[in-house]
């Protein structure tokens, strides 16, 4: 059943300005075989790209590996964190202008650096991971709604960030992540030693 849907939250994942939506939108509109199929209403598809995101398991499972990766350099900082710690207290034993003070001052200094070093080199890594990984999911969205859209009968599917009002439309953001988890689960099934027969 159709439904009237207010789509003003903006989407994490959208692309297109509003003004290019309107304009595919009245593309579609005004196109021969939107004029012979006059005789019908136009169906909306009305996509949530946020929404999608959260229910994706491939989504999820490369947040899964940046959060692993984040946890397991943080081991590793740990240790250096704790030499660092264990430096400082030992300078509490010698005069600040003593050999022993400077040297373990120099240290401290060194392994900050390294740190700061280190937290830079993984916060691009993640942030670069992320975002390959971003727009491999935004290409396969659009790519999901096109073969639903054609499927199902849908003359313009628009994304729910991009546009402030729907009258008619029809929400199949849950519909389009139901589709893209069930090529996901195939892949996954595909690469495992004992996986289907055949594949």
Do not use: C
């Amino acid at each position: 059943m159709k439904q009237k849907r207010s789509a003003s939250r903006s989407a994490s994942t959208g692309h297109s300005s509003p003004l290019s939506i309107l304009a595919a939108v009245a593309a579609v509109l005004l196109s021969p075989s939107a004029a012979r199929a006059a005789a019908r209403p136009v169906k909306i598809g009305i996509v949530d790209t946020r929404v999608v995101l959260d229910k994706l398991l491939r989504w999820q499972h490369v947040q899964g590996e940046l959060r692993a990766a984040r946890e397991k350099a943080e081991g590793h900082w740990a240790a250096d964190q704790k030499e660092i710690a264990r430096l400082r207290a030992e300078m509490l034993y010698f005069k600040p202008e003593s050999r022993d003070y400077r040297q373990r001052q120099g240290r401290i200094a060194e392994k900050q650096e390294t740190l700061l070093r280190s937290r830079r080199r993984l916060s691009r890594a993640l942030a670069e991971r992320s975002g390959t990984a971003l727009e491999a999911v935004r290409k396969e969205l659009r790519q999901t709604v096109k073969s639903y859209a054609a499927a199902n009968g849908f003359d313009v599917v628009v994304d729910a960030g991009a546009v402030l009002y729907v009258a008619g439309g029809v929400d199949i953001s849950l519909k389009v992540a139901f589709e893209m988890n069930r090529r996901y689960k195939d892949e996954q099934a595909k690469r495992r030693p004992n996986g289907p027969k055949g594949d």
